[in-house]
């Protein structure tokens, strides 16, 4: 296939791919869907078909069968799979409710969105409430929906492998019901002749449905007016008296969030008692009124008056009085009330005649009135003619009764009532015919809180409130007077911290100190007031007073000083000790809050180590406590030293005098008058770098105010001296070795000690130098010494303000003596494999020594080396040695393996001493292994030579005892007399190396001095036997390598008997 997982709507092709086959072959294209249901979808002689318009239906295996005259194969299954997508989402809600403008839910209920959109790969899905992300996921759900959630929900599907995207959105409203239940009322209409009923449920979405219900007439459905608003309905019942008394009407309200109707419910009813009549006189006589009133009912009923003669007042409720100039009212004659109710159809009527007073009756405005406020009270009657005179009483708790006021009017007025007006009050009214006394009357005035008085226990006063001792016990009263009885709260720095009228502190601390306030509350009358006072907490200073002495006027003279800091009020502090007796006429005495200091007498009239103590007190404590201070001359004597700065600027030099008590004054005088002084903390002389003047004192000077005359002490500049244990140092190659650099002396500070290689360049820490150093010496140690790098002059250097110096170190690296030659005896396979080579080797003169381990090589030869004389041209391979190092000088045996059969290899061996790499040996050939017949080769061939050796052997001794008879044959074989001896042997002269200046100091090698090299020397002369002789030995040195031809070394001796 061009592609396994093409897109939606492209192109692609298929391809039925065979090896071999005689044509014609025909091809069949099958497709097999997820239900394994196969289908021939193609079939001809094209091995390629097109699919121009991909779609979702083609995913499925596709599987080609390709066949002709000889047989049919079928090609193995290949999926296809086609991405397409997103589709449009399909919103699913859960429960599902739809509107016109979309879904709705109920308030609190759980709601659950469910957006699908066919997609592959499958869809990712991001849901939005008015266009904010709020979710990502298929399914978006809202535990309890709330009315601020209604709105759009979006929902967003994308296919992230072809980074497409969807969306559908739907419009989501929240239904929920209005607050409370619905509010039903009654009233009247068309002038009390009907009635209007009204329902009323504001609030909720969408608007409640409302519907009356009761006791209507059965014709009212013909009669009644019905007005609906939002959230409201009224009812117009009909007029006539058709509604019958007591009737319960009900208005019934359901939502469609909520599972069940609520319901109000009205009752209209006549007044249970009859109109109710009375008269009063105003209170300059002038107007008589007479009200009317009838309680009660629903709703409420229309009062008016009509006189004898007319007079009238109606046709409103409200008005319900009639006014009559005092004095005009008809006695005898009735005056009418009319009160019209709309379930009568007729009105009722209660008349007024004037009549002897009855017995009356105390009414208040207010029982309990507030303190300050007006309140009235009124001396009711019943029937009774005026005029009528009335008379106040006051009846206190001590039975005093008392009268407070009088006259013809049946109120009076109090406009300031206070606690005094608290009692029992009755009236007495009288006119013309009789006179009657009221019950009594309880007056329960309501006042307060005053301003609160606090009293604190324990009781001590200062000038800025109240005082108190930290840690004891306080206690805080607070009294207000109020009706009714007050309530306390407690304050602290406008923090409330109690509630009650006492405050108690069990221990009172620092950080009680501030404002307290008592609030004092009239819960009926909802007032308050307030007192606060301050309280100071006395607490003393932490620890104990602080002494300490000090110098004054240019250190001549001491000063005390005691401070004892914190703690409130400030303590007390007082000086005593080792005071001279005429200090008192002398002495100088300050005193701040915390702190006092007095002045001591100048001219040395203090004694050395005099002791003084300072006595602190507080009131906070039961005893006071106290510090002591002693003056003393230093013990020692000053002392002076130098140092330079980092930045070689200046040179600064120092003086101190430690001890004593105070510190001294220090300061600085040079050879030419430079000084520096005056203050006590003004003990350095500053120089700039090089201007010192070498040799020349420089003074410091040193003052106590105990001492009359000043001390002293001089520093003088010197340029430092370098030092080295050896000025020559020799080491073997290899080995780390260390060069010390050191100061002779103290001198003035000096810089930095420097290093210098043998190259004239700085030192730093390296892999190859490690520098330790201090202020007084550096010393460098070279690591893995090599004498052609290392070996030469070092140098160390250093320097101070006065001048500067160097030393020279030198350093020889010698190399360890040439090893011996090894040869290589038996070099052989261990196997016909040739995979595995053994070699044997000897070190000539290994008893002396001299040698660490051993270079093992081997080169490959892509041919074997021709034999000498053959004359044909020898290829040799290319001189690549590969080594094994062996690092046990005792190894005499080694076994090289891994080795290639068909390869010829040749093996040579190197001693090694250390670092230096001796001759090697001559190159050879592995030799194949022997066969079995080699023991008995060895053996005939030891037994020849043994047979050779003693043919030998007897032929010499023949040809010794008959020298006289062969002479030529005696002088051929043991030459001449009087021979000479010749050798060919360098012998390296003992490297010694010294100085006038320093040692010789060797690390690594033997402690006493030898030549670099060391081989054997020659034997004396033979002079034991007359007889001359010559003796001549060829050895040969193995090469050092392929290029350098082997070294001979003849030793020729010749022996003369005498």
Avoid at 314 to 327: A, D, K, P, V
Avoid at 394 to 403: A, F, K, L, P
Avoid at 524 to 543: A, C, E, F, M, W
């Amino acid at each position: 296939m061009s592609d396994t997982s093409p897109v939606e709507g492209s192109s692609m092709w298929m391809r039925c791919n065979v090896e071999n086959g005689t044509e014609p072959i025909r091809y069949v294209w099958q497709r097999e869907t997820s239900s394994e249901d196969v289908t021939t979808f193609a079939q001809g002689n094209n091995s390629i078909i097109n699919v121009t318009n991909v779609n979702r239906n083609h995913t499925g295996w596709y599987l080609c069968v390709a066949s002709n005259n000889i047989n049919s194969q079928t090609s193995d299954r290949v999926w296809l799979d086609t991405i397409f997508g997103p589709d449009v989402p399909q919103i699913d809600v859960t429960p599902p409710r739809t509107v016109k403008q979309g879904y709705t839910a109920l308030e609190t209920e759980a709601v659950s969105l469910l957006c699908q959109a066919q997609s592959n790969p499958a869809s990712q899905y991001v849901w939005f409430y008015n266009n904010s992300q709020v979710y990502t996921g298929q399914k978006f759900t809202i535990t309890k929906i709330l009315r601020v959630d209604a709105g759009d929900y979006t929902c967003l599907a994308q296919n992230t492998y072809l980074n497409t995207r969807t969306k559908k959105t739907i419009s989501m409203t929240v239904y929920y019901p209005p607050d409370g239940s619905p509010s039903c009322s009654v009233e009247p209409a068309l002038n009390h002749t009907s009635l209007r009923l009204l329902c009323s449920w504001p609030g909720g979405f969408p608007s409640p449905s409302l519907h009356w219900t009761g006791d209507l007439i059965q014709d009212q459905s013909n009669t009644a007016q019905l007005t609906s608003s939002a959230s409201s309905t009224t009812i117009m019942l009909p007029s006539g008296g058709l509604t019958s008394n007591n009737s319960l009407f009900t208005c019934l309200g359901s939502h469609p969030a909520l599972k069940q109707s609520t319901q109000c419910s009205t009752r209209t009813y006549i007044p249970p008692a009859e109109p109710l009549c009375f008269a009063y006189v105003t209170k300059d006589k002038q107007y008589l009124m007479l009200s009317c009133s009838w309680e009660g009912g629903a709703p409420k009923a229309l009062v008016w008056w009509e006189g004898p003669e007319g007079q009238s007042k109606g046709g409103e409720q409200t008005f319900n009085i009639l006014i009559l100039h005092y004095g005009t009212a008809r006695s005898g004659k009735p005056y009418t009330c009319h009160a019209k109710h709309p379930l009568l159809v007729e009105t009722k009527t209660c008349r007024l005649t004037l009549v002897p007073v009855t017995k009356p009756y105390l009414s208040l405005s207010e029982v309990s009135p507030v303190e300050g406020s007006t309140m009235w009270m009124r001396c009711n009657l019943e029937n009774g003619t005026g005029p009528i005179q009335y008379v106040w009483q006051h009846e206190t708790r001590s039975g005093n009764i008392t009268i407070i006021a009088q006259g013809d009017s049946s109120v009076i007025n109090v406009t300031d009532v206070n606690r005094n007006h608290t009692g029992w009050y009755r009236c007495v009214a009288s006119n013309a015919v009789n006179s009657e006394s009221s019950n009594r009357l309880w007056l329960d005035t309501i006042f307060g809180p005053d301003i609160p008085q606090i009293n604190v226990t324990p009781y001590s006063i200062t000038e800025r409130g109240y005082s108190a001792l930290e840690r004891e016990t306080v206690s805080l009263l607070c009294q207000a007077q109020s009706n009714p009885a007050s309530q306390y709260v407690w304050f602290y720095n406008n923090s409330q911290v109690y509630s009650g009228p006492q405050l108690t502190i069990t221990k009172i601390l620092r950080m009680h100190t501030g404002d307290y306030a008592c609030l004092a509350l009239n819960t009926y009358l909802n007032t308050r007031s307030k007192k606060t006072i301050s309280l100071t907490v006395y607490y003393p200073p932490d620890g104990s007073p602080s002494c300490s002495v000090e110098p004054a006027l240019n250190h001549t003279s001491l000063r005390l000083l005691c401070s004892w800091p914190g703690g409130f009020p400030s303590p007390s502090l007082h000086w005593t000790g080792d005071l001279i007796q005429d200090q008192s006429n002398t002495a100088q005495l300050t005193s701040s809050a915390s702190s006092t200091t007095i002045m001591l007498p100048s001219g040395g009239l203090t004694s050395n180590n005099s002791l003084f103590t300072c006595l602190g007190s507080h009131p906070a404590l039961k005893q006071s406590t106290q510090c002591s201070t002693r003056t003393y001359i230093p013990p020692a004597e000053p002392l002076c030293f130098a140092y330079v700065t980092k930045d070689k600027q200046y040179l600064t030099l120092s003086c101190s005098w430690e001890g004593g008590a105070p510190k001294a004054l220090v300061w600085w005088e040079g050879p030419e008058g430079q000084s520096k002084g005056g203050e006590q903390t003004f003990n350095i002389l500053i120089l700039h770098y090089g201007t010192a003047r070498s040799g020349k004192p420089y003074t410091c000077h040193a003052k106590h105010p105990l001492l009359v005359q000043t001390k002293t002490c001089r520093l003088t500049l010197e340029a430092p001296v370098l030092q080295t244990q050896r000025r020559v140092v020799s080491v073997y190659e290899g080995s780390d070795v260390q060069l010390t650099c050191s100061l002779r002396d103290n001198y003035l500070p000096v810089n930095e000690i420097t290093w210098f290689n043998n190259q004239g360049v700085g030192v730093q820490d390296t892999s190859k130098y490690m520098l330790l150093r201090t202020s007084a010496w550096a010393n460098l140690t070279v690591r893995d010494t090599d004498e052609t790098q290392d070996s030469g002059e070092y140098r160390c250097s250093t320097s101070n303000a006065v001048g500067g110096t160097e030393i020279n170190i030198t350093l020889v690296i010698k190399k360890y003596p040439m090893p011996p030659n090894a040869t290589l005896v038996r070099v052989m396979y261990t196997s016909r494999q040739r995979n595995e080579v053994e070699l044997e080797w000897v070190v000539k003169n290994q008893e002396v020594g001299g040698w660490t381990g051993f270079f093992l090589e081997h080169r490959n030869m892509s041919e074997q080396p021709q034999r000498k004389g053959s004359g044909k041209e020898e290829k040799v391979g290319p001189v690549v040695w590969y080594r094994n190092i062996l690092q046990d000088p005792a190894v005499r045996i080694y076994t090289v393996g891994s080795l290639t059969p068909t390869v010829t290899y040749q093996f040579r061996i190197i001693p090694v001493n250390h670092r230096t790499v001796g001759h090697p040996s001559t190159p050879k050939t592995p030799a194949e292994p022997r066969y079995n017949v080699y023991p008995a080769v060895i053996g005939a061939a030891i037994g020849g030579m043994l047979f050779a050796a003693i043919l030998t052997v007897l032929l010499l001794m023949y040809i010794i005892r008959n020298r006289n008879n062969n002479p030529r044959l005696h002088d051929l074989l043991f030459g001449r007399q009087h021979s000479q001896s010749r050798e060919n042997i360098n012998f390296p002269e003992d490297e010694v190396v010294s100085t006038s200046e320093g040692g010789i100091e060797e690390i690594g090698g033997s402690s006493s001095l030898g030549p670099a090299m060391a081989l054997p020397r020659a034997s004396s002369p033979l002079t034991s036997s007359p007889m001359s002789a010559t003796l001549t030995t060829t050895s040969q040195a193995p090469p050092s390598g392929d290029d350098n031809e082997p070294v001979s070394v003849t030793i020729t001796v010749k022996a003369t008997g005498s």
